[in-house]
């Protein structure tokens, strides 16, 4: 036997019914209303509405802008701005609860987290929590990153993606709540706990930390806002970047910090170089190097080489000192048999005037001497000569380094006219003159044809060339074929 159901009198509605009827109370009942609240959560979508929400310290109302009506905002809605809303309530039957539908907004001043916000900045700056002399430098390439944020958001993925496309580190991750009455607790206490990392203790202290959070209302981001985290940051050891939010969003932190990125992504970027950048930088400074080193080398060896050519060669300086020692070397036997036979005419004709007796007396006294002199003699020779040859090789030396000759080596000729003199001025020869040209290989003959050009020889008047008589020519010629007194005398030895 089956139980039957009471019959009811109550009407039946669905929930569409249900809904619309409840709809159009409540906007029959607030069909228009002025609202005075702060924006939280103001979110433009893509179609051009404006989503937001209405709150005061104790409700919280949803609101939206329609696209029309945003568009004639005299101003940019942004989240902790105290506004004054016109508009309708009505219900949303898709999610059973109802928002205002905002037709005209003007700004009634700062909200009042801001203004708390903006209190707390002060106070804290008042105390130089935020100094730029307090900022560390950050790393230019940690071993070791810290990050301080959710492990289960999508933070974490974007800043582990951005270094292993940058370059590649060792991360140390600290789980905490980013939202919420705990969140600034945590955080603080995960900044405290990587600074007192020791060495030993089986995780490695951090180079760089970085605390990190998506984007989100002024609620949402409110824990980096709490003097406990704040004064954490500024009082962290370790060079900490600070990626809160999107570009637009700022809280306290980001002033304690020693670096603010825009975005989580941002901060992962400043955290560590591009490896491939260094790379690159490397590999062109080393070749930079090689091509400083190689010309460096190359400029050398051709300054070398400059010099080189500039000096006279070995066999130049060595020639005339050795041509000049072998005539001494065949003149010294001469002079020596010379100098023999002077003394010994000079011997007899002293033993011609001397007595028998006194003969004896002085051949004994000479022969004497004569032994003594003649073992002195050799020694006296050899240390003369060889202070003749000192001076004739450094004389050589000097004239060699003057000779005309060194001139004809560097691309010089010497004229001489038909009498064998050097021709220095233009004028000194005439037309069909014979003349000899002297090169550092040899000698050549040539013939003048016309005239000294105008203005050779500096002005001065051409001096003829004297010819000689048959005379003066046989008394010049029979002067060069005969030695003169001085050639043939010697000097002394001693």
Not at 14 to 23: E, G, N
Not at 142 to 162: E, K, N, W
Not at 394 to 400: E, I, N
């Amino acid at each position: 036997m089956t139980e039957e159901w009471p019959v009811s009198n109550l009407q039946e509605y669905s929930v569409s019914d249900l809904s619309s009827a409840l709809k159009r109370s409540v906007e029959d009942q607030f069909g228009l209303v002025r609202v005075r609240a702060e924006l939280s959560g103001v979110k433009p979508a893509a179609s051009g509405h404006l989503y937001f929400a209405l709150k005061d310290d104790k409700s919280v109302l949803d609101g939206v802008c329609w696209r029309g009506n945003a568009q004639k905002l005299s101003f940019r809605p942004e989240d902790g701005l105290e506004v004054i809303c016109t508009g309708k309530l009505t219900t949303y039957a898709a999610r059973s609860k109802y928002q205002m539908v905002v037709e005209s907004m003007e700004p009634a001043g700062a909200g009042a987290l801001m203004a708390l916000l903006d209190e707390r900045r002060k106070k804290l700056a008042a105390e130089g929590l935020f100094d730029d002399a307090s900022k560390q430098p950050i790393p230019f390439l940690p071993s070791v990153i810290g990050v301080v944020t959710s492990p289960t958001g999508a933070v974490i993925r974007d800043i582990l993606h951005r270094l292993n496309d940058r370059f590649p580190r060792r991360v140390i991750v600290w789980p905490v709540m980013v939202q919420g009455q705990a969140a600034a607790d945590q955080i603080a206490g995960a900044i405290e706990g990587f600074n007192s990392l020791k060495p030993g203790s089986g995780v490695p202290k951090p180079d760089v930390l970085i605390v990190a959070r998506g984007g989100g209302s002024i609620e949402d981001l409110w824990a980096f806002n709490e003097e406990v985290v704040v004064r954490a940051a500024a009082a962290s050891k370790i060079p900490l970047i600070s990626a809160v939010g999107h570009e637009t969003d700022t809280t306290l932190i980001d002033f304690a910090s020693d670096l603010r990125a825009p975005t989580p992504t941002g901060a992962a970027e400043f955290a560590v170089p591009v490896r491939e950048d260094l790379l690159f930088s490397i590999t062109d400074t080393g070749r930079r190097l090689a091509l400083q080193k190689q010309s460096l080398v190359q400029g050398r060896r051709d300054k070398l080489d400059a010099l080189g050519r500039a000096l006279p060669s070995p066999s130049d300086l060595l020639g005339m000192v050795q041509q000049r020692f072998d005539d001494l070397c065949d003149r010294l036997p001469r002079a020596l048999s010379y100098i023999a036979r002077s003394k010994e005419s000079t011997l007899n004709r002293v033993s011609g005037a001397l007595t028998p007796g006194r003969l004896k007396q002085a051949v004994t006294f000479h022969g004497n001497g004569l032994g003594v002199l003649s073992g002195r003699l050799r020694p006296a020779i050899d240390r003369f000569l060889r202070a003749k040859n000192d001076g004739l090789m450094s004389t050589a030396r000097v004239l060699d380094s003057l000779s005309f000759e060194r001139i004809l080596d560097r691309g010089f000729a010497l004229v001489e006219n038909a009498d064998g003199l050097p021709v220095s001025r233009a004028g000194a020869l005439s037309d069909e003159d014979m003349v000899s040209l002297r090169f550092a290989d040899g000698a050549l003959k040539a013939q003048i044809v016309g005239a000294p050009l105008e203005g050779d020889g500096k002005n001065q008047q051409p001096q003829p060339i004297r010819k000689k008589t048959r005379q003066q020519a046989t008394k010049s010629k029979k002067s060069k074929n005969t030695p003169s007194k001085d050639d043939l005398s010697q000097g002394k030895l001693f």
